[in-house]
């Protein structure tokens, strides 16, 4: 069993930037293909970025130049370098990872953390 630990999340003030983490908690082959989705108050999960097996990464038209998705196997971690964050950022964010280990590739969530943006 893997689970995805996810790090990074905290208070900042609009204009500023973090970067989640997504990491697995054992040894795998590789993160197949990964995404940040968030969740605010009163809100439906939606799908922040993606990046696919190939590399072709996906954003939201709402974080298009600011966010940037990636992925390092070598540290079975997957990345959301959140930059110019504004206020209506703020949510909890979760990974979502297809993970090659073992004889298969399996899907995990991430516990999520939570962003939160002052004005």
């Known amino acids: 069993q893997v689970q995805l630990v996810e790090s990074g999340g905290g208070l900042v003030q609009a204009g500023g930037s973090l970067r989640l983490s997504c990491t697995a908690s054992?040894?795998?082959?590789?993160?197949?293909?990964l995404g940040w989705y968030r969740q605010a108050p009163g809100n439906q999960r939606e799908l922040v970025a993606a990046?696919?097996?190939?590399?072709?990464?996906n954003y939201a038209d709402s974080v298009k130049g600011r966010f940037t998705i990636s992925r390092d196997n070598a540290k079975k971690t997957g990345y959301l370098q959140m930059n110019s964050l504004k206020p209506e950022d703020t949510a909890v964010y979760y990974c979502?990872?297809?993970?090659?280990?073992?004889?298969?590739?399996?899907?995990?969530w991430g516990q999520g953390t939570q962003v939160t943006v002052s004005s």
């Open positions: 990046i696919t097996r190939g590399g072709t990464t």
């Open positions: 979502n990872a297809d993970l090659s280990y073992g004889l298969g590739s399996y899907n995990y």
């Open positions: 054992r040894s795998i082959r590789s993160i197949n293909s």
